[in-house]
């Protein structure tokens, strides 16, 4: 009988081993993926920042981008005025030497 108690003892002392080496693997695991998920979270933080930044710019750039489209407007619109007036002077001037030429000759 007192060997039967004490192959029980033994037996119960393994299972209880393997229940720690099971334990302590799972704990070094649950290090590991805490580790890992501060690290991804660290990570998701200094994306989150970049991509703040970027969108300011992009707010920034976009609206450089509309002040420079009203400009580039502006500018032909003078532009295109600048051509009429042309357009207008040289019809009146051709007259002009028209009526020059016809005065004279």
Same mark, same amino acid.
């Given at each position: 009988?007192?060997?039967?108690?004490?192959?029980? =003892?033994?037996?119960?002392?393994?299972?209880?081993?393997?229940?720690?080496?099971?334990?302590?693997?799972?704990?070094?695991? *649950?290090?590991?993926?805490?580790? @890992?998920?501060?690290?991804?979270? @660290?990570?998701?933080?200094?994306?989150?920042?970049?991509?703040?930044?970027?969108?300011?710019?992009? @707010?920034?750039?976009?609206? %450089?981008?509309?002040?420079?489209?009203?400009?580039?407007?502006?500018? %032909?619109? =003078?532009?295109? *005025?600048?051509?009429?007036?042309?357009? *207008?002077?040289?019809? %009146?001037?051709?007259?002009?030497?028209?009526?020059? %030429?016809?005065?004279?000759?």
């Amino acid at each position: 009988r007192l060997q039967y108690m004490e192959a029980q =003892v033994e037996e119960a002392q393994s299972a209880l081993a393997r229940k720690h080496t099971t334990e302590q693997a799972a704990v070094q695991r *649950a290090e590991t993926v805490e580790k @890992e998920l501060d690290s991804t979270r @660290e990570a998701l933080q200094e994306s989150q920042v970049s991509l703040s930044l970027a969108k300011e710019e992009k @707010e920034q750039v976009s609206g %450089e981008l509309t002040a420079t489209r009203c400009t580039l407007s502006q500018r %032909e619109a =003078v532009l295109n *005025a600048t051509r009429e007036s042309q357009q *207008a002077l040289l019809h %009146e001037s051709v007259g002009v030497m028209r009526d020059l %030429e016809d005065s004279l000759g």
